[in-house]
T-cell receptor
Framework: NAGVTQTPKFQVLKTGQSMTLQCAQDMNHEYMSWYRQDPGMGLRLIHYSVGAGITDQGEVPNGYNVSRSTTEDFPLRLLSAAPSQTSVYFC????????????FGQGTRLTVV | AQSVTQLDSHVSVSEGTPVLLRCNYSSSYSPSLFWYVQHPNKGLQLLLKYTSAATLVKGINGFEAEFKKSETSFHLTKPSAHMSDAAEYFCVVSGISQAGTALIFGKGTTLSVSS
């Protein structure tokens, strides 16, 4: 049982480059989300999805795109990387409804130079 | 709207002494509350959760938390700290926000344990 799998674990980008962070879950959860973690800020929600074909913006969506073509996969795309996007990114998968705990991937440490 | 405030950004204790990490929440209805732990360079692990059953919730590794509605608090405690408890701890509320149903994180409390 893999849970939530995120790739890559580390990435260095140059300003202006694009890339996709991959996230897959095998728990058949409807709700998936992306967070970024910055020192002293906790985790902030970037985008989320309540099911295949449905996505919406979170607290800090600018500069990121998502899509949800299947229940299992929820990739996060950086369109044109900026140094302000240097962060640790976490994908999470959650059971919808009250009390639904989130299962997190191991994180992607992204540095934009 | 839901929000969560962790009252201490950093807590330092000695091994074998009690741990108290404080969390207050704001919610327009009965929320679900969680504590997650993150060890250095690791992902997040669920410690415990409250979902309107018993107000005293027991979690893994000897941690527990008490839901106090009158004080809107969900403080995390452990009777005796261990060196392996050194980590960052997040209090989280599940609720309806502008972003839809989402987990709303506190800013985290770093727990240091000295020998």
């Amino acid at each position: 049982n893999a849970g939530v799998t995120q790739t890559p674990k580390f990435q260095v980008l140059k300003t202006g480059q694009s890339m996709t962070l991959q996230c897959a879950q095998d728990m058949n959860h409807e709700y998936m989300s992306w967070y970024r973690q910055d020192p002293g800020m906790g985790l902030r929600l970037i985008h989320y999805s309540v099911g295949a074909g449905i996505t919406d913006q979170g607290e800090v969506p600018n500069g990121y795109n998502v899509s949800r073509s299947t229940t299992e996969d929820f990739p996060l795309r950086l369109l044109s990387a900026a140094p302000s996007q240097t962060s640790v990114y976490f994908c999470a998968s959650t059971l919808i409804g009250q009390g639904g705990e989130a299962f997190f991937g191991q994180g992607t440490r992204l540095t934009v130079v | 709207a839901q929000s969560v405030t962790q009252l201490d950004s950093h807590v330092s204790v000695s091994e074998g002494t009690p741990v108290l990490l404080r969390c207050n929440y704001s919610s327009s209805y009965s929320p679900s509350l969680f504590w997650y732990v993150q060890h250095p360079n690791k992902g997040l692990q669920l410690l415990l959760k409250y979902t309107s059953a018993a107000t005293l919730v027991k979690g893994i590794n000897g941690f527990e938390a008490e839901f106090k509605k009158s004080e809107t608090s969900f403080h995390l405690t452990k009777p005796s700290a261990h060196m392996s408890d050194a980590a960052e701890y997040f209090c989280v509320v599940s609720g309806i926000s502008q972003a839809g149903t989402a987990l709303i994180f506190g800013k985290g409390t770093t727990l240091s344990v000295s020998s």
